[in-house]
């Protein structure tokens, strides 16, 4: 004999199959009644999810421990300095309070796919504390004092090291924890789009359930997600606020706090605005300040900057395999060794995009043919398996080599190492509105969505470059960079 919550989540046995279960609610809208200290602990997961915290915590911990002390007694062995068994037992606690305070155990459980790459900026910044508070605490083991150039030495040294060791500390998380199960309350229609940009990301997360937001304000409502966290082992609510009113995501997101879960929020107002706001509180009242779009002057001239220093150190480099991929172009088929096309750039303005052809001469001639072959969505042209691609082509394209050449429109500024999308004519035309502020911007050989490992809509394609364009850095370029080479390497075409 089923009980109520199990009959309102018949479908949720369903874990694995490609459409996930959900509940719809629908309920009058009555004050909630319930009382926090009866929540906690409702969902009996909660302790599991407090163990494995800190599991992941105790082993960046130890991590950062051993990988940062070792460094420390390497460096001084290098540069022949004594008492170093004392200074790497007295470097523990220096270790573990810095990075407390850095927040650098706290983070991941606030993240779907916890990376170390994002938290290098903190990590930086923590081991150069670090090394700040060796050269202070020095003298105390041993006479004399380290020199700047050692300083800097053991800051460098401490920094790619806990790198590394917190890389190989979460994969070891990675392996030995379960799967996160998600349960999405809210906007039911985008479970599609959320998972699917969890697997490109490779976070290990299962969405379990979907629960429509309709009524949640109401005591029933907020009884029935409770017992959905119980009954199918929820680990992790994600709330999609529908956007016709907050006061349910609110108390949504206050039930769940109280549970013990773990909660993610998909705000509609931060696909606008992205992650680089300030907040500030005036008197009391929680203010969102958001910067403005696009980058300013000093932006530009350091990003061109970068361009061209990169750009130029590149083509030095990679100059000899140029030059044998272009004879290879020249003797696998008939054509140009290279492809150019008009491509819509910054300000609107055209420019011709290079790369190395990895087509038949009439390609463009086929493409009218193909269209109803396209795998990209609607408003963009891919085809899998395109016939119109030469054998060496195939290969050229699975390794991204065939956009080495764009290199030279970095040079004559048409394009960044790093930016939106240049999109061909036909595809730039059905983006319009405020949309096209994308258009302010030099259009990248990659950009934010390139590493996604799959391909998305135009139209969320447009929202991932207005975002990189809210939210740039120097900073986010170079891990733009080294997420597309991890994304090239992981499809091992490299």
């Known amino acids: 004999m089923s009980t109520p919550a199990q009959a309102r989540l018949r479908e949720a046995e369903v874990v694995a199959a490609p459409e996930p279960p959900r509940l719809a609610v629908a309920a009058p809208a009555p004050?909630?009644?319930?009382?926090?200290?009866?929540?906690?602990?409702?969902?009996?997961?909660?302790?599991?999810?407090?163990?494995?915290?800190?599991?992941?915590?105790g082993l960046l911990a130890l991590a950062d421990v051993l990988v940062i002390t070792a460094t420390l007694v390497v460096v001084m062995s290098r540069f022949g300095l004594g008492s170093r068994a004392g200074a790497a037992l007295a470097s523990i606690p220096v270790v573990l309070v810095l990075f407390k305070l850095g927040g650098l155990y706290d983070r991941d459980e606030l993240r779907l796919d916890p990376?170390?790459?994002?938290?290098?900026?903190?990590?930086?910044?923590?081991?150069?504390?670090?090394a700040l508070s060796a050269a202070i605490l020095y003298p105390t083991f041993s006479p004399g004092s380290l020199t700047a150039g050692q300083v800097t030495v053991l800051w460098l040294a401490a920094f790619a090291a806990s790198l590394t060791g917190r890389v190989m500390a979460r994969s070891v998380a990675r392996r030995i924890m379960p799967e996160e199960r998600c349960l999405i309350i809210g906007e039911v229609q985008r479970a599609d789009q959320i998972r699917r940009r969890l697997a490109a990301g490779g976070a290990r997360t299962v969405i379990v359930g979907c629960v429509a937001d309709d009524g949640?304000?109401?005591?029933d409502a907020l009884q029935a997600v409770l017992e959905a966290v119980r009954e199918l082992r929820v680990d992790r609510i994600i709330v999609v606020p529908t956007g016709t009113g907050t006061d349910g995501a609110v108390e949504l997101i206050r039930v769940a706090k109280a549970v013990g879960v773990r909660v993610s929020v998909l705000p509609r107002m931060l696909q606008v605005v992205g992650s680089a706001v300030a907040f500030s509180e005036v008197e009391g009242m929680a203010m969102l300040g958001v910067p403005r779009f696009g980058l300013r002057r000093s932006s530009r001239q350091l990003k061109r900057v970068v361009d061209l220093v990169?750009?130029?150190?590149?083509?030095?480099?990679?100059?000899?395999?140029?030059?044998?991929?272009?004879?290879?172009?020249?003797i696998d088929s008939k054509g140009p060794i290279f492809f150019r096309q008009t491509?819509?750039?910054?300000?609107?303005?055209?420019?011709?995009?290079?790369?190395?052809?990895?087509?038949?001469?009439?390609?463009?001639?086929?493409?009218?043919?193909?269209?109803?072959?396209?795998?990209?969505?609607?408003?963009?042209?891919?085809v899998t398996n395109d016939p119109r691609v030469t054998r060496l082509g195939r290969f050229l394209r699975s390794s991204s080599l065939d956009e080495l050449p764009q290199l030279f429109?970095?040079?004559?500024?048409?394009?960044?190492?790093?930016?939106p999308r240049p999109l061909v004519t036909d595809e730039d035309a059905q983006v319009v509105g405020l949309d096209r502020s994308r258009l302010l911007l030099t259009?990248?050989?990659?950009?934010?969505?390139?590493?996604?490992?799959?391909r998305v809509p135009l139209q969320e394609m447009v929202e991932i470059d207005y975002l990189y364009a809210s939210n740039w850095s120097l900073w986010l370029d170079l891990k733009i960079l080294l997420r597309t080479l991890r994304h090239v390497v992981r499809r091992g075409n490299v």
């Open 115 to 130: 990376s170390t790459l994002d938290e290098a900026p903190v990590l930086l910044q923590v081991t150069g504390l670090f």
């Open 443 to 454: 259009p990248g050989i990659t950009g934010p969505w390139q590493t996604l490992g799959c």
């Open 216 to 219: 949640l304000t109401s005591p």
């Open 310 to 330: 990169a750009t130029t150190v590149g083509l030095v480099v990679v100059s000899p395999l140029l030059a044998i991929i272009a004879l290879a172009v020249r």
């Open 31 to 57: 004050e909630p009644t319930f009382d926090p200290l009866q929540l906690r602990g409702a969902a009996e997961a909660t302790k599991v999810l407090e163990s494995q915290e800190a599991l992941r915590r």
């Open 343 to 382: 491509r819509v750039g910054r300000d609107g303005k055209p420019f011709r995009i290079v790369k190395f052809r990895s087509m038949v001469i009439d390609a463009d001639a086929q493409k009218e043919h193909l269209r109803r072959q396209s795998t990209a969505g609607p408003g963009l042209f891919k």
């Open 409 to 419: 429109n970095v040079l004559r500024g048409d394009m960044s190492l790093v930016g």
